[in-house]
């Protein structure tokens, strides 16, 4: 077998350090009848252990090369091997309850886990390796400046916990950033009410937060006039930062009231 050669365009760094491995392991603590989906397999460092578990295991990997490889050293029943873009691959095909794991190319993690988080419905968990200044923001309360547009959208959706952080050393070639592991679990609606209208808050927030040096009576210019901020229960003169996921649910179901022909 060839030995492969990292692809900078794929955003390749390997995992290699075994403590690492056992770690993500037993925080997954796979079930024989799981269903689980591993994206970006890569050469196989936590796939093989996931196997060691799992009579089967399903992975979506991009590259070619890699593809091929795993062919060779895993049996189709074992490991299904879906070929391509994981942003492309339709999560819910695999069935209601879904587990996933992976260390996510960090050069698309963040459209990455939008792509997840639109299949929540069809998750039961997901264990992620990223880079710590994205689990930084993706965990982070109101009122820290790691706060953003990723932070509410994937919180509205899912209860987030940092498990550990991971050094470069731990892969190959080492990243010029340091990593941490991840947990998400899908909330149920009775933990966090829904918006009216989830695309319009997407939006909503998104603005709010590329404008997040202005307060909302002007981040929020076309969604909300100073009034319908009050009417949400927000202070007009706050940043996007201070405001919490319940209030940018009510601010866009504020918003959507006030659309022409809203009833």
């Known amino acids: 077998m060839t030995a492969h050669i990292p692809r900078k365009r794929f955003g390749q760094h390997f995992l290699v350090d075994h403590s690492v491995i056992s770690k993500i392991l037993d925080a997954v603590a796979p079930q024989p009848a799981d269903v689980v989906l591993e ?28 593809v091929a490889m795993l062919r060779e050293r895993w049996h189709s029943e074992q490991l299904v091997i879906h070929q ?14 879904l587990r996933v794991v992976g260390n996510l190319p960090y050069n698309v993690s963040t459209p990455l886990l939008f792509h997840i988080a639109a299949h929540a419905s ?28 990723l932070s509410v959208m994937l919180q509205y959706r899912f209860r987030m916990q940092r498990l550990f952080d991971v050094a470069a050393g731990s892969f190959n070639p ?48 076309g969604f909300l006039d100073e009034a319908g901020i009050r009417e949400a229960g927000l202070d007009p003169g706050a940043r996007a930062e201070t405001v919490d996921v319940d209030g940018f649910v009510r601010a866009a179901d504020a918003a959507l009231r006030r659309l022409p022909g809203a009833g």
């Open 39 to 66: 994206i970006g397999p890569g050469l196989g460092a936590l796939t093989g252990p996931l196997l060691g578990r799992l009579p089967c295991l399903h992975v979506v990997e991009i590259d070619r090369n890699i």
């Open 84 to 97: 391509g873009d994981a942003l492309a691959f339709d999560l819910a095909t695999l069935g209601p309850r």
């Open 122 to 149: 069809v998750i039961v968990d997901g264990h992620f390796m990223l880079q710590k200044e994205v689990v930084d923001r993706m965990v982070s309360p109101p009122g820290r400046g790691e706060y953003g547009r």
């Open 174 to 221: 080492p990243p010029k950033v340091r990593s941490a592991v991840v947990r998400m679990i899908p909330l149920a609606q009775a933990v966090c009410p829904r918006a009216r209208d989830e695309g319009l808050m997407g939006r909503l927030v998104a603005q709010a937060f590329s404008r997040r040096r202005k307060t909302l009576r002007n981040a929020l210019e």
